[in-house]
Each structure stands twice: as C-alpha cells, then as structure tokens.
C-alpha cells in the first residue's frame, strides 16, 4: 500500500503565493511518477502538473503555465507545487497523485486514470 500526504494548503489573497507539498510512502516501488489535480465544488477533477521519477520532463495545464511551478525533492518521494499569482479561480482542493503503472498518462496526457494512489487533498482558497 501507498500513502500520499499532501500539506501547505489554506488561506491567500489574490496576487499571493503558495507552496504545496506531497510525501509518498510505503510501497511505492522505483521510478513512479507524481502529479498534481484540483477540483472545485460541482466540477470534475482537473490536471495541473505532473513530473516523472526523476524530474527531467514536466507538464503543466495551461490555466497555470507560468504561474505555478512542480518540482521534486532530494528523495524523489516528495513532490511540490509551487504556486504564483495566485487568482480567486485558483480557489480548489488540491489532489496530489502517485502513478506507478501510468507515468504517461499522467505526465503527459494528465489523465488521472493512470494516478494509482491519491492524496486526501488540500484546501486552497484565494481570496480577492
């Protein structure tokens, strides 16, 4: 089994920034990818960012291309998701995602379909 954590959510105002984090543990294999999603009340899950094993490649919804920033840590089971100019429709709860079988479709097609194991989520509200 695999847990993913998720912190760093809360309160900002318009123009402001945040920086998410993720911890994977347990029996998370080698080389799994990780991306982040958000989800605002009454609407499906969006991609925001994804980010192979090793960081080299990295995708980005184009809601946020510029804005926010993902990245992994020393580790690699730790994954951020810096976010910049933060805007009210930035208001959600966001996911983070493990994807053992489905690193492509995760990082390149953001489809959650390839996520394996999913975070509780955090909140993030921005306010303007």
């Known amino acids: 089994q695999v847990q993913v954590v998720e912190s760093g959510g809360g309160l900002v105002q318009a123009g402001g920034s945040l920086r998410l984090s993720c911890a994977a543990s347990?029996?998370?294999?080698?080389?799994?990818?990780m991306g982040w999603f958000r989800q605002r009340p009454g609407r499906d899950r969006q991609f925001i960012a994804g980010?192979?094993?090793?960081?080299?490649?990295?995708n980005y919804a184009s809601a946020v291309e510029g804005r926010f920033a993902i990245s992994r840590g020393n580790d690699r089971n730790t994954a951020y998701l810096q976010m910049n100019s933060l805007t009210p429709e930035d208001t959600a709860v966001y996911f983070c995602?493990?994807?053992?079988?489905?690193?492509?479709?995760?990082?390149?097609?953001?489809?959650?379909?390839?996520?394996?194991?999913w975070g509780q989520g955090t909140q993030v509200t921005v306010s303007s």
């Open positions: 995602a493990v994807s053992l079988y489905g690193p492509a479709d995760v990082v390149e097609r953001g489809d959650p379909k390839g996520c394996d194991y």
């Open positions: 347990g029996r998370t294999g080698s080389r799994y990818a």
């Open positions: 980010i192979t094993w090793t960081g080299g490649t990295t």
